[in-house]
């Protein structure tokens, strides 16, 4: 059974950092494309990184790039989104999502989300 | 950045009726397009990808149809567990954009 369990979230002050993390398991983690997708209270999806199964080919967001940096270890079946420069904006639920067979697809398995709250 | 524009923003329905809803590219993004449902509080659910072909194990009242710049999402008789709010998304090129999301209501 694929399982995606994010952890990391919390309280955080702005300009602060924060380290999201997504352990996988139940699938091949080192061939398939993983993203970051937020939902800011009460708004809709929106996409933040993706990251390509071998590292090589990574994407962001307009509204984070420069700020959040997305990253994996095929080794501990893990992904990672480094959050710094935080700002009251960056508050969501965090969801980590793998790609389905191809990153042109879309996602299939999502975990169960992460919240971040970015406050004074 | 591709922009897409979903519509309704709010559907009001009963169970039984048949439901569209459609969305927009702002330009071009050949048949990459998905779908997902989703319910307050949980994540996402994939529907659909390559803008028709329906993920393995979602009823197949589900479908979706479109091409280029303009997609739509039928649900051909509403069940009680499809009253949520939907989300198309381009995968055609980076940032892979949402739409704004539809949500459906119970009349």
């Known amino acids: 059974e694929v399982q995606l369990v994010e952890s990391g979230g919390g309280l955080v002050e702005p300009g602060g950092s924060l380290r999201l993390s997504c352990a996988a398991s139940?699938?091949?983690?080192?061939?398939?494309?993983m993203n970051w997708v937020r939902q800011a209270p009460g708004k809709g999806l929106e996409w933040v990184s993706s990251?390509?199964?071998?590292?090589?080919?990574?994407y962001y967001g307009n509204s984070v790039k420069g700020r959040f940096t997305i990253s994996r270890d095929n080794a501990q079946n893990s992904l990672y989104l480094q959050m710094n420069s935080l700002r009251a904006e960056d508050t969501a639920v965090y969801y980590c999502?793998?790609?389905?067979?191809?990153?042109?697809?879309?996602?299939?398995?999502w975990g169960q989300g992460t919240l971040v709250t970015v406050s004074s | 950045d591709i922009q897409l524009t979903q519509s309704p923003s709010f559907l009001s329905a009963s169970v039984g009726d048949r439901v569209t809803i459609t969305c927009r590219a702002s330009?071009?993004?050949?048949?990459?397009l998905a779908w997902y449902q989703q319910k307050p509080g949980r994540a996402p659910k994939f529907l659909i990808y390559?803008?028709?072909t329906l993920q393995i194990g979602v009823p197949s009242r589900f479908s979706g149809s479109g091409s280029g710049t303009e997609f739509t999402l039928t649900i051909s008789s509403l069940q009680p567990e499809d009253f949520a709010t939907y989300y198309c998304?381009?995968?055609?090129?980076?940032?892979?954009?949402f739409g704004q999301g539809t949500r459906l209501e119970v009349k």
């Open positions: 999502a793998r790609d389905r067979s191809s990153s042109w697809h879309g996602a299939d398995f």
């Open positions: 139940g699938f091949t983690f080192n061939t398939y494309g």
């Open positions: 990251i390509s199964d071998n590292s090589r080919y990574i």
């Open positions: 330009q071009g993004i050949s048949s990459y």
């Open positions: 390559d803008a028709s």
């Open positions: 998304q381009q995968l055609n090129s980076y940032p892979r954009t």
